[in-house]
């Protein structure tokens, strides 16, 4: 019979500095390099469940967990989870990130918002050697920072920039854009690489106009942006801002100009929120494509009574690959992790994946060669901590929400 999934509850409050760091402390029962032996894993999840990105956020965290749901359900595996909420905010990531540590997790499956796992990742997983994989966080910036203790299962927004602009100006014909962006990160860094892929492309850019979240009315940064009347209007932002962002456009300005959206405002729920089938709305967002997806889809399904959403099959693929980086390593220990991390990912192994990570398990236990192959896709790091690939999927609303129409693959 399998044993209980231990999801502790770690301790709120505790501040960002002034406290002592027990990763990298704790060595394992048993095992030691290549084969864990009796390792217990022991998994952070840093994801935002309220906030800017609650509603995108809480399916990430699911997807997160998903792993060591399964092996609690299919092996004797023990896994220790420590799930906390960054309210989609830079501070509250950081003090949330600093609980986790100070209570012994090495890795962490987060964020999402860039701007928290870019602090998160300087003041907390650098420093004390904490392996986080980011399922959702796409700012450029974020490439190169330490790709030894901060990677990600999402691709860069360099890479998804190149993909709008290739949809803006080619598929859809436009030659005047203008651009609505949050002014963070994210939203920075997602811009500057629309609008350069744009003018590559021979786009005249009209307008670039940028919003704090915070705003209650996005009525002048509107007409800043929409009301230079482009071919084409692109907004990056997050659900809870852009549902107002979009209402207050489809009271002011004509219905039938296309709007692209990235990642951020995938959500079913946009147009019921906005009152609007969004018809004129398409989007991209980084693809779940890989050989584990059908089986990924049905775990999560039979878990949570849904279907996946955007970013989730990159989250359950990060902290598959952490559980196995551990066991394979044979320490709860970031540095021994972060030397294993692409050993159970990377080519040259037997490839596994959600349909058989319970035998994955046993494999990385053994100090047996794998190849994860991940739900999102094959979850192959580069040096700098990006995959080597990615898949974008281009879709669209209506009023019972957003479905995929095509896709595009991207390799480095």
């Not at 469940?49 to 995108?56: D, K, N, P, T, V």
């Not at 920072?145 to 998804?160: E, F, I, K, V």
Request: charged share 20%; net charge negative; proline share 6%.
């Amino acid at each position: 019979m399998a044993r209980k999934l231990n999801r502790r509850q770690v301790l709120g409050g505790i501040g960002a500095t002034g406290t002592l760091s027990l990763a990298g402390c704790l060595d394992a029962l048993g095992g030691g390099s290549n084969g864990g032996g009796n390792v217990e894993p022991m998994l952070g999840i840093l994801q935002p469940e309220s906030g800017q990105l609650g509603s995108l956020g809480t399916p990430i965290a699911d997807g997160a967990e998903l792993p060591a749901r399964q092996l609690e359900s299919e092996t004797d595996l023990t896994i220790d989870v420590g799930r906390r909420d960054t309210e989609t905010r830079p501070e509250v990531g950081v003090s949330q990130a600093q609980t986790l540590v100070d209570s012994g997790y090495p890795a962490i499956t987060g964020a999402a918002s860039s701007s928290v796992t870019i602090n998160v990742a300087n003041d907390i997983l650098i420093p004390n050697e904490v392996v986080g994989i980011s399922p959702a966080s796409t700012s450029p910036d974020i490439t190169g920072m330490n790709g030894d203790y901060l990677l990600r299962t999402c691709p860069s927004d360099a890479w998804q920039g190149d993909a709008m602009a290739e949809i803006a100006v080619n598929d859809q014909g436009a030659s005047t854009i203008a651009t609505l962006y949050l002014n963070n990160d994210y939203g920075q860094g997602l811009n500057d690489e629309f609008v350069a892929g744009c003018e590559e492309r021979g786009a005249e850019i009209l307008a670039e106009v940028s919003f704090d979240s915070s705003n209650t009315s996005f009525t002048s940064q509107l007409e800043n942006s929409a009301g230079t009347d482009p071919d084409m209007l692109m907004i990056v932002g997050y659900p809870e801002a852009g549902q107002v962002i979009l209402r207050e456009f489809y009271e002011n300005y004509d219905n039938d100009m296309p709007i692209l959206v990235p990642d951020g405002l995938i959500d079913d729920n946009l147009p019921s929120n906005v009152d609007n089938p969004l018809e004129n709305v398409i989007g991209t967002a980084p693809g779940a494509g890989g050989e584990g997806i059908d089986s990924f889809k049905s775990l999560y399904e039979d878990e949570y009574d849904t279907a996946p959403g955007v970013f989730n099959a990159q989250a359950y693929d990060a902290s598959a690959v952490l559980i196995l980086a551990t066991l394979y390593g044979g320490e709860v220990d970031g540095p021994t992790i972060s030397e294993n991390v692409r050993e159970v990912a990377n080519p040259d192994g037997e490839e596994v994946g959600p349909g058989n990570l319970p035998e994955a398990v046993e494999m990385a236990q053994d100090g047996d060669a794998l190849n994860y192959q991940g739900a999102s896709g094959p979850v192959d790091f580069l040096d700098n901590g990006n995959p080597s690939a990615v898949t974008y999927e281009i879709g669209s609303y209506t009023m019972d929400g957003y479905s995929v129409d095509r896709s595009v693959t991207y390799e480095a």
